[in-house]
């Protein structure tokens, strides 16, 4: 992406960052949640129905064990059914065990369909709803940022945005919210069914539990800064094989391989040290928390044994009841860990989304804009100030005015400000002081986007999509014909390569498709410049990065394009600039010279001394005194007609 | 599987693949909707496999890269064997001390076995710890050596594979396919060794107890494996279409970034916006299409330790209650299996899960060896000899040029694809310190004239000579040691501008860096930037501008102080003040250096030594500047064309 020079330039992602609190975005993130409270709500239902069904099974599970124990002993103690229900005294006990038995089947199959349920519900909620509706409106606003942001926080940044950062920041509902309320629930419930069983029991196993979070939180507190330090240092070990692939001609060149191959070693360690270091924390972590929750086992079975020994507890309906919920509170327990991280990342990446939708817009349109109809062309700078930032002015007091169908040549020293001039006739920016009129209306009461279908644009190195030709043209106007598209590629001098190409119109640009010579892309941006007919021309710099050769076919082409349009034309070289009817030098935001070529190339500034320099560069052979054939001319000056845009056609 | 937490891809969508997705393809097929798309979609894009069978020679080689380790490869198969046989055997004493001490209100017992229980809990610790310590090391010291040895590899292959290879496959070649296979050495042989033993001691155990019971488990074995290798083939279906849909979205995504400035020049925002909107609809669609498939069958493997319980309570009610004898059942067999019985299902769906690793991980392995082992297709002959300098010791400043190389091509024909010539019967000699000139339309054989000079490529016939020596015998660093090159791409490398300038001579101070530029004048256009020559040179060099990046490969080419430069002039993004000063200077550093120019401007080629006028891949003309323009041939008709397509102001004398 070429900037303009005096773009300011920035060394940091975080230097537009906007600043957010933890407070502000936690209630946009639970507004979140709010905005699609009926699948919540469903999502928790269904995840406490789970819940309570897995407690029953294992509540079954334990009265089973009972049952049959006390039927073939009477003199073990009765099976403590729930709520004091108890089997009709008709039943024997092998029914009982039937009858509850089936209770666990149905209790499988049950959970089995809920759980089904549960997860739709959860993935609808969020990739059928959160994540698209988020992303189309991250892209919208995107589409209408200025290019200052862009160009402030890097395309990978963007792309990261619209990706991963809004998963991460749905994940605060699903992965915070729904997971969170679901654990507390679930840790409750277990609380409370393990004191029902024995309080101190309870009390016993879960002081374990206590360090058993502890270490958890110790270790996930080590590890994070661990495992974001091991990405970056992957990512730049990426970034170099990369580099080297895509450079390595000039790798080989310069026979810089072994040099190469230093660096990529010296990253490669420093990614595998790195790696051992976490190893040693996860290797020590994991272990640890298996030798905690093993720990509260042996604590229930000494502990509890004893209870049973002295009575206090049945065996099914206690212990293996017990040891059950035991394993699965412990399980939650982890839990808590990775919703914390959760958290975490669901912030870091919520700042990053709000922050594009947050950002204002740098134009937008007056309530009860003018729609213009067909504009004819005449576009006038009075006074006009500009800076990027607030103090520096990149032009200062600019003032001139284009008759229609002129064609403007704008020309200047690096950093004079051509191109800022260039953007602000689209209202890309609005100007600091001064106006900008198009057909004596002030900009700024058009309605942008109308205003700007009347603009054609090409840049210096044209950006054109992967896709076939045509749609490439078309891209102003998606539903153009095929006439349309074919009139706007004969004017821009297309027509003729296009239909040599393998599959002429439809052929497919791109990595995999054809690759164009430079000069055969810019002839591609003119025809789309030149596809809606725009009155206005605007072309910056159109060939700059292009060879002579090249740079005369555009040149040719552009010459029919310019007819009866409106051109402003930033260039470097004479051979665009000398066809200009007015050509405006811009020095380091002033405008100092306005004036035909021939008047200009007569007064001492960078304008001539440009001009003496290109000419020598077509000097005959041996006479270097090219300047002095200039002056030749300039004496015998004769009333010779400039030609002008009329005379052009 | 990282694709249903996060509802993305795992690892790059590199490649797409085929889908039979009707509604899908209606929706794009329609002609207006198709128009709104920013890039064109092809659904039948090439592929690359996901899986490849399981082939002992393979799993050999990916294995010889745990020689170097082997002590550890060792002792972590003892470890996992052993923690498989920990896990069970703990699971079967606390299911002994439930029937036995505590059912038998045993208080010494109960803490007896409570001692043993905590015994073997800290062994089993201490084989964790290791085990996963070991484990982990030992992939990560696996991949760091493929890495290493890719990268090695790559940069002695000639540059005809980096032109006929995709890029995206070389850089996933690195990425997820080295990462497949260390998984598969880390995890897959070593989980799979855990489980496997896990569930043959569960299973020992339980028959031992009650093999009618036991039986019925068995029963359940083929029914759990049909259903997860239905699931997992499901959910890859799933994933291929995720896959799909995330290639389009992202890559509509990036061309939107990147092509940011023409969209709002060209009003199409709200289009866009729209069109990225369906996309996304699609792909979230395709998420719940994912999510559905795990939803389905999860549960139904979940449910088998349900209902295998709940049949072994009837069961085990039965035999205890009413059968004698054969049938009689303990009750404590159920407590017992209650805890055992996962060890024993679990692995089935783990070693079916490590199955489909190990799938992917050999048709990954496929790729990296395909890669190790391409054969270039040509190598410096192993007789090769360096190409000496004919400086004396010491580095000279640039200022001082070495004396040039002595360069000829004699009747050197080339062929990129056999039965298409590109360059026909090249003969020319260029004394040393001479500056040869490359004029001819695009297509001419200019670039590729100068690409057999770098021995970037063989010539199909006829030789090319440095200093009188074949290049076919020099080895191609010590020629590449003595040629300073730029070329028409201007690559830099991320870093500072000092690192890229003195890319090829590392060791050169930063003094010498500034006299190079001084020397080119363009010192202070550089110390200008924000950071002076420390400027931070970013992705893809966007931070600077197009003439700023082709002065620091000036200063790049010339800081090695070359005996032979190659000189691509095709771009000439500098203001034309800036370029005056460079030629000038260009003019002084060159001399006594053999120069190889692809001409565009008048005043290089008038300057120049030897003029080679190319076309079609023949020299049709040569000689000096005046020499040619006098035959008023080919060469004065180009001639013409440059004068006329560049800024003639003089009027008639010019017609």
């Known amino acids: 992406m070429v900037r303009a020079e005096n773009m300011p330039e920035t060394t940091s992602n975080r230097a537009h960052e906007r600043r957010y609190e933890t407070g502000e975005l936690v209630r946009r993130l639970l507004g979140l949640a709010w905005q699609f409270r009926k699948d919540c709500v469903q999502a928790l239902a269904l995840g406490l129905a789970l819940l309570l069904l897995a407690l029953a099974g294992l509540q079954l599970l334990g009265i089973v064990v009972d049952v049959i124990r006390h039927a073939l002993d009477p003199s073990q103690r009765a099976p403590a059914y ?119 029991l309870t009390a016993a196993c879960l002081s374990v539990t206590v360090g058993l979070w502890w270490v958890t939180h110790y270790y996930s507190g080590r590890l994070r800064p661990g495992y974001q330090q091991n990405r970056e240092l992957y990512d730049d070990l990426v970034l170099l094989f990369t580099e080297s692939v895509r450079g390595m001609q000039t790798v080989k060149g310069f026979a810089a391989e072994p040099h190469q191959v230093r660096r990529f070693e010296r990253a490669n360690d420093r990614v595998s040290d790195q790696q051992r270091k976490i190893f040693r924390d996860l290797s020590v972590f994991t272990p640890a928390t298996q030798l905690l929750s093993q720990l509260s086992l042996v604590i229930l079975f000494a502990y509890g044994g004893w209870l049973y020994v002295q009575g206090q507890i049945p065996l099914g309906g206690g212990l293996v009841v017990f040891a059950g919920l035991l394993q699965q509170f412990n399980g939650q327990v982890a839990n808590i860990t990775t919703i914390a991280n959760s958290v975490q990342q669901s912030f870091t990446a919520a700042r990053r989304v709000f922050e594009v939708l947050d950002t204002p817009l740098e134009v937008e349109n007056k309530p009860r804009a003018l729609v213009p109809s067909r504009l004819r062309g005449r576009v006038a700078f009075e006074g006009v100030t500009f800076g990027y930032l607030a103090g520096e002015n990149v032009l200062q007091e600019v003032s001139f005015e284009a008759a229609p169908g002129q064609v403007i040549g704008i020309f200047g020293l690096t950093g004079a400000g051509k191109t800022t001039l260039l953007s ?85 640009l791109g990595e995999s498709g054809v690759d164009l010579s430079g000069g055969q892309r810019q002839r591609l941006a003119l025809a789309r410049a030149l596809l809606l007919e725009p009155p206005v021309l605007i072309l910056d710099d159109p060939t700059a990065s292009v060879d002579p050769k090249t740079e005369h076919e555009i040149i040719s082409a552009l010459r029919e394009a310019m007819g009866g349009r409106t051109t402003f034309v930033v260039a470097n070289r004479l051979s665009l600039l000398r066809r200009a009817d007015v050509i405006l030098v811009l020095e380091k935001g002033r405008l100092a010279h306005l004036g035909r070529h021939d008047d200009l190339a007569r007064k001492p500034g960078p304008y001539r001394e440009t001009a003496l320099l290109q000419l020598m560069d077509l000097a005959e052979d041996g006479d270097e005194s090219e300047p002095a054939k200039l002056r030749k001319r300039e004496s015998r000056e004769t009333t010779q007609p400039i030609m002008n845009s009329e005379a052009r056609r | ?43 039948l894009e090439e592929r690359e496999s996901d899986y490849a069978p399981l082939n002992m020679r393979l799993i050999r080689r990916m294995f010889t890269y745990t020689r170097p380790y082997a002590s550890r490869r060792n002792w972590l198969f003892a470890l996992t064997a052993a923690r498989g046989l920990q896990l069970p055997v703990l699971a079967w004493l606390i299911g002994q001390t439930i029937n036995g001490p505590i059912a038998g209100r045993n208080l010494g017992g109960i803490l007896l076995y409570a001692g043993v229980y905590l015994a073997l809990v800290a062994a089993m610790v201490v084989t964790f710890h290791f085990r996963q310590l070991l484990a982990l090391q030992l992939g990560e010291a696996v991949a760091h050596d493929m890495r290493s040895e890719m990268f090695r590899k790559l940069t002695t292959l000639p540059m005809s594979f ?255 694809q056999p039965g298409r010539p590109v360059l026909s019967d090249i003969s020319f000699v260029a004394e040393p310190g001479q500056t040869v000139a490359l004029v001819g339309h695009t297509g001419s054989g200019k670039t590729t004239i100068v690409s057999l000079l770098q021995k970037f490529h063989l010539p199909t016939r006829g030789r090319v000579l440095v200093e009188g020596r074949d290049l076919a015998g020099v080895t191609s660093d010590s020629l590449h040691a003595q040629m300073g090159s730029v070329q028409q791409n201007n690559f830099l490398f991320a870093g500072s501008l000092l690192d890229n300038i003195r890319f090829a001579r590392p060791e050169a101070s930063a003094e010498e860096v500034r006299s190079t530029l001084r020397a080119l004048d363009c010192l202070d256009l550089l110390e200008a930037l924000p950071r002076g020559l420390e400027t931070q040179v970013g992705e893809r060099s966007a931070s600077l501008s197009l003439g700023q990046r082709q002065l620091i490969c000036f200063a790049r080419a010339l800081l090695v102080d070359p005996r032979i430069v190659v000189l691509d002039e095709a771009t000439s993004a500098i203001d034309s003040v800036t370029e005056a000063r460079l030629q000038r200077a260009l003019e002084a550093l060159l001399r006594g250096r053999t120069s190889f120019i692809v001409a565009h401007r008048l005043s290089t080629i008038r300057r120049a030594d030897l003029v080679l006028v190319l076309e079609q891949g023949r020299i049709v003309e040569r000689g000096t500047h005046q020499v040619l323009l006098a035959a008023g041939g080919v060469y004065a008709r180009l001639h013409e064309e440059f004068v006329r397509g560049g800024a003639a102001t003089t009027g008639p004398e010019f017609g």
């Open chain 1, 82 to 200: 729930p709520f004091g229900w108890t089997p009709p005294a008709s039943w024997t006990p092998l029914q009982a065990v039937t009858v509850l038995s089936l209770a666990i089947v149905a209790q499988a199959l049950l959970r089995a369909v809920l759980t089904y349920q549960y997860n739709m519900v959860t993935a609808r909620l969020t990739q059928g709803k959160i994540v698209p509706d988020l992303r189309a409106r991250l892209y919208a606003k995107l589409q209408r940022l200025s290019f200052r942001f862009f160009d402030a926080h890097g395309s990978s940044s963007i792309f990261n945005r619209v990706t991963g950062d809004v998963q991460n920041t749905r994940l605060f509902v699903d992965g915070v919210v729904l997971q969170g309320i679901n654990m507390l629930l679930t840790l409750v419930a277990y609380l409370i069914f393990m004191w029902r069983i024995h309080p101190s």
């Open chain 1, 424 to 508: 602000l006739i689209p209202r890309f920016y609005d100007p600091q002081g001064g106006r900008i009129l198009a057909d004596g209306k002030d900009l700024r009461d058009l309605e942008i986007d109308a205003y700007r279908r009347q603009i054609g644009t090409v840049y210096q190195e044209s950006f054109l999509f992967s896709n076939t030709v045509s749609a490439n043209i078309a891209f102003g106007n998606p539903h153009a014909t095929r006439e349309q598209i074919e009139r706007a590629a004969r004017v821009a001098s297309a027509h003729d390569f296009i239909l040599s190409l393998p599959h002429g119109y439809e052929t497919v």
């Open chain 2, 162 to 416: 980096f032109n006929k290879t995709k890029f995206g496959r070389i850089i996933s070649r690195m990425t997820s396919d080295i990462d497949s296979v260390r998984v598969a050495v880390q995890d897959v042989a070593f989980v799979a060794i855990v489980q496997a033993v896990q569930m043959t001691v569960a299973a020992l155990l339980m028959a031992w107890y009650n093999w009618k019971l036991f039986s019925l488990m068995l029963l359940m074995v083929p029914v759990i494996w049909v259903i997860n290798q239905h699931y997992r083939r499901e959910v890859s279906h799933q994933l291929r279409n995720l896959q799909e849909t995330w290639s389009r979205l992202s890559s509509t995504l990036a061309e939107s970034v990147g092509g940011i400035r023409v969209t709002q020049a060209f009003v199409r925002q709200e289009i866009n916006a729209g069109f990225f909107r369906k996309l996304v609809n699609m792909h979230g669609e395709n998420n719940v299409g994912v999510a559905h498939a795990t939803a389905v069958f999860l549960p139904l493997l979940q449910m088998k330790s349900q209902l295998f319980l709940g049949a072994t309570a009837f069961l085990s009610g039965y035999g205890a209650l009413r059968w004698q004898g054969s049938l009689h059942m303990e009750v404590g067999d159920l407590v017992m299996f209650f805890f055992l019985a996962n060890f024993f299902f679990d692995p089935v769906q783990v070693i079916g899960n490590q199955y489909n690793q190990a799938l992917t991980a050999m048709a990954g392995g496929e790729r990296f060896f395909r890669l190790i082992d391409a054969v270039p297709d040509w190598e410096d002959a192993p007789e090769a000899t360096r190409l000496m300098p004919n400086h004396s010791q010491g580095r000279k400043t640039p200022d001082s040029a070495s004396a040039g190389a002595r360069c000829e091509f004699e009747s050197v024909d080339f062929e990129y």
């Open chain 2, 1 to 43: 599987m990282s694709a249903s937490a996060s509802g993305e891809p795992a690892g790059k969508p590199a490649d797409t693949g085929k889908t039979a997705n009707p509604v899908k393809d209606s929706v794009f097929s329609a002609h207006d909707q198709a128009r709104e798309a920013i890039t064109y979609f092809r659904p």
